[in-house]
């Protein structure tokens, strides 16, 4: 396909990194993520071809993901240093959500469901490090989350929170999921170090300098990618 031809993906203009940053300058102190959320909700937005939001990236260098906002604002303000500097919490979405390289992972993921399934146990019990990921969403808030412990629950699945950001009120770490298959994006099997799935997992590693690779592959516990 033709990159001019493919979906166009929304862009924050200007970027929402200027936006969190004038928005903190008017009030003068650190913003609330409260505040930060209702900043990148009122951000403009203009659509782009994928093509034209790399060419842009390239001049003004890459902008806080929207759906990441807190933990990249945060990493933001540390480079800046501004003051306080909290704990960003945990970082969610590693990757670029809008990036064609990025869709054709969840297009993987979804194409090989029934190896997954295969893999679950039938009676509905945990599969052995068994993973899904799916978009988790509480009012205004939303994330790309990966939950343990998954299981099959008729057609679609169940997961564990294992890690949840402080702007999710209604979840807890421990609490269940349910997630149609319509809604998820990702699925990983980890069976002694052996991956199997985890295609947003190979792409995000895929992006990184050849000599910190190891250093992933050591944080998420994998030795071979199957």
């Not at 970027?15 to 959320?37: F, H, Q």
């Amino acid at each position: 396909m033709n990159p001019d031809q493919e979906e166009p993906i929304p862009v924050v203009v200007p970027a929402l990194s200027a936006v969190l940053i004038n928005a903190e300058d008017n009030k003068g102190e650190a913003l609330t993520y409260e505040e930060a959320i209702e900043a990148r909700n009122g951000a403009h937005c203009v659509m782009m071809t994928p093509a034209d939001a790399r060419k842009m990236e390239e001049r003004r260098g890459r902008d806080i993901e929207p759906e990441n906002i807190w933990y990249e604002w945060q990493l933001l303000r540390r480079e800046l240093g501004r003051k306080p500097d909290p704990d960003p919490g945990p970082n969610f979405n590693q990757i670029r959500s809008g990036d064609p390289e990025y869709q054709q992972t969840i297009e993987d993921a979804r194409a090989t469901l029934k190896r997954f399934r295969e893999m679950l146990p039938t009676d509905g019990s945990p599969g052995m490090g068994a993973m899904v990921k799916t978009e988790v969403r509480d009012g205004v808030h939303s994330a790309f989350m990966w939950l343990m412990n998954a299981r099959r629950s008729g057609g679609d699945f169940i997961g564990t929170f294992f890690e949840i950001s402080d702007g999710f009120k209604s979840y807890e770490v421990g609490d269940d999921l349910k997630i149609p298959e319509a809604d998820l994006l990702d699925w990983s099997v980890n069976v002694d170090g052996q991956l199997h799935g985890g295609y947003s997992l190979r792409y995000y590693r895929s992006t990184l300098p050849p000599e910190e690779r190891e250093e992933y592959d050591d944080y998420i516990g994998v030795r071979e990618y199957l």
